[in-house]
């Protein structure tokens, strides 16, 4: 049972133009959402993260949209750059104040900025 | 910020040997880490979640006698593949939540990739 998907497995975007990555959920007990950054045989490089009770959170080159409602999250990275070449990964975790909240990952995207 | 470390970052083993990976939290103490398996071009998937001082608790389908957990101190975890296959051969990652610090506090290590032959 995925929890979390990312329905695109792979991504192409020409450099500067807009990578929007998109995360669907189906646990409902999901209120904190985070972005992934991983190469490989490397670990995750945290990006950017949400809570439920906001619908958009800005960094820099990087926004993460959350659309509660229809259990939805994407994230903007703008201008794309050939560094941003990545797999991205969004994960989610029903509460963030424990030590033991466990992380639950999506499936993963393959972000490819072309020259 | 935060950092994890974990050892080694690569191992390879021959098949029916015992395989030890260590998870150090260097700035902040953990009394929970967690232990992730990644497949290729898969995702990371959440094999147990180690308490420190007492037992794991482990996922749905991840045997408990082959990966087994230890957490004897608050900065230290370690994961023992025993009686390694081939099929065993896999990405490891551990993380620690410190509470504090970007992402919620959520720290990864490096990884570790076992190649069993």
């Known amino acids: 049972d995925q929890q979390v998907k990312q329905n695109s497995p792979s991504l192409s975007v020409q450099e500067g133009r807009i990578s929007i990555l998109n995360c669907d959920y189906t646990?409902?007990?999901?209120?904190?959402f985070l972005w992934y950054k991983k190469y490989p045989a490397e670990g995750p490089t945290f990006l950017i993260s949400?809570?439920?009770?906001?619908d958009k959170n800005e960094d820099g080159r990087f926004t993460v949209f959350l659309n509660k409602s229809a259990k939805h999250l994407s994230l903007h990275i703008v201008p794309s750059q050939p560094g941003d070449s990545a797999v991205y990964f969004c994960a989610a975790s029903p509460d963030y104040t424990g030590t033991a909240s466990k992380l639950t990952f999506g499936t993963g995207t393959r972000l490819q900025v072309t020259l | 910020g935060a950092v994890v470390s974990q050892h080694p970052s690569w191992v390879i083993c021959k098949s029916g040997t015992s395989v030890k990976i260590e998870c150090r939290s260097l700035?902040?103490?953990?009394?929970?880490m967690f232990w992730y398996r990644q497949f290729p071009k898969q995702s990371l998937m959440l094999m147990a979640t180690s308490n420190e001082g007492s037992k794991a608790t482990y996922e749905q389908g991840v045997e408990k006698d082959k990966f087994l957990i230890n957490h004897a101190s608050l900065t230290l975890s370690t994961l023992t593949v025993t009686s390694a296959h081939p099929e065993d051969s896999s990405f490891y990652i551990c993380?620690?939540?410190?509470?504090w610090g970007q992402g919620y506090g959520y720290t990864f290590g490096s990884g570790t990739r076992l190649t069993v032959v």
């Open positions: 993380s620690a939540k410190s509470g």
């Open positions: 646990n409902s007990m999901f209120d904190y």
């Open positions: 949400i809570s439920s009770i906001k």
């Open positions: 700035d902040f103490q953990a009394t929970t």
